[in-house]
């Protein structure tokens, strides 16, 4: 048995003639080598096998749960095209890339929600508030077909429907105004203007509505030179307008009103102030939207969309709005970047000139 055994082993020898002719072999067998490489290859066989099955696996739980992802996201989609705004795509922990479009789909989603809400609330606004004018419109005509006996009681009864029918046309007209800018097209007009002259023309148009108000409407700058900004000088002298015309319609009588035109080189700033009724805080931003009014301005005449227009403007021109009360009154600033252009620059180096 051992001499079969040893028929079938190898042997790596090494034989060696002495100087008398005799021989020396030294022999080794191979047997453990072989025995080496099988096991090592058989090691690696199974563990090739067993990565290609582990892998196999993650590769099916991975596109299972990716197809189970993409399942929720197209019945989430689905619900959303059916008008569900409120529905969100899912996201995971993982930070992927496809959490990430899910954020950005998400973040879209919620801007779009907010705009809807607000287009929302815009055509209820519009809906109650033409609801008061158009009831005294109808009132109007019927007494005018019921009650009027001669020309004159017509003539009363129709300039009553005349009235509130300009103030109809006027608020959609601010409306339609407030898209036109929001549109943008008229940035394509921007030229560089001095922002003290337009607000001083602003001022000297409103003094007479000031004095008859009994307001003291008054003007002042914090530099000499000029305070030049790019932009539509008539969009930025309506934007002036609507809040000195704020300014005046809020104020009591003996009240003040100021206009203030600010620069340091940095930035270039409007500020209307007054002592009037003034803005709670937490009405700060809400008065910027179309048609909302505060409580305490809700006798005064007008349709809630001054503001609206002054930040339609405001947001073409770059600027941003600060609105605060202090103690009296109320204080709103329009804040943007100087003009850079050459133009700009050679208006205020002109002016140093001039100095």
Not at 301 to 307: F, I, R, S, T, W
Not at 337 to 344: K, L, V
């Amino acid at each position: 048995a051992d001499r079969s055994a040893a028929k079938k082993d190898h042997y790596r020898g090494l034989l060696h003639r002495r100087a008398d002719g005799s021989s020396i072999l030294i022999a080794q067998s191979l047997h453990e080598q072989r025995e080496f490489r099988e096991r090592l290859e058989n090691a690696t066989l199974f563990a090739s096998i067993t990565t290609a099955i582990l892998g196999l696996a993650g590769a099916i739980a991975v596109g299972f749960g990716a197809v189970r992802r993409l399942d929720a996201m197209s019945d989430a989609a689905a619900q959303i095209m059916k008008g569900d705004l409120k529905q969100r795509l899912p996201t995971g922990r993982a930070g992927g890339d496809i959490d990430r479009l899910a954020e950005v789909v998400n973040e879209m989603l919620d801007e779009i929600e907010r705009l809807m809400q607000e287009v929302k609330g815009v055509c209820d606004n519009i809906a109650h508030d033409m609801r008061t004018p158009l009831t005294r419109l109808l009132g109007s005509l019927e007494r005018a077909r019921r009650r009027a006996t001669n020309i004159d009681e017509y003539h009363g009864y129709i300039d009553e429907a005349l009235d509130e029918i300009r103030g109809i046309h006027k608020t959609f007209g601010a409306l339609l105004r407030i898209s036109e800018v929001e549109d943008g097209l008229r940035r394509s007009g921007f030229i560089d203007i001095d922002l003290k002259a337009v607000a001083r023309d602003a001022v000297d148009f409103f003094e007479p509505a000031a004095d008859e108000a009994g307001i003291i409407l008054s003007y002042q700058s914090s530099t000499d030179e000029p305070a030049i900004i790019s932009g539509d000088p008539n969009l930025i002298f309506e934007a002036i307008a609507n809040l000195i015309d704020n300014a005046i319609k809020f104020t009591p009588k003996g009240g003040l009103a100021l206009v203030e035109v600010e620069g340091d080189g940095h930035v270039v700033s409007v500020t209307v102030e007054d002592t009037g009724m003034g803005i709670r805080s937490e009405d700060a931003d809400a008065v910027l939207r179309r048609f909302y009014r505060a409580e305490k301005s809700r006798h005064t005449p007008g349709n809630g969309l001054g503001l609206s227009l002054v930040s339609a403007i405001a947001r073409l021109h770059g600027m941003h709005i600060e609105i605060t009360s202090p103690k009296i009154g109320t204080r709103i600033r329009l804040v943007t970047a100087p003009a850079t252009s050459a133009a700009g620059q050679r208006a205020r180096k002109s002016y140093s000139r001039r100095m």
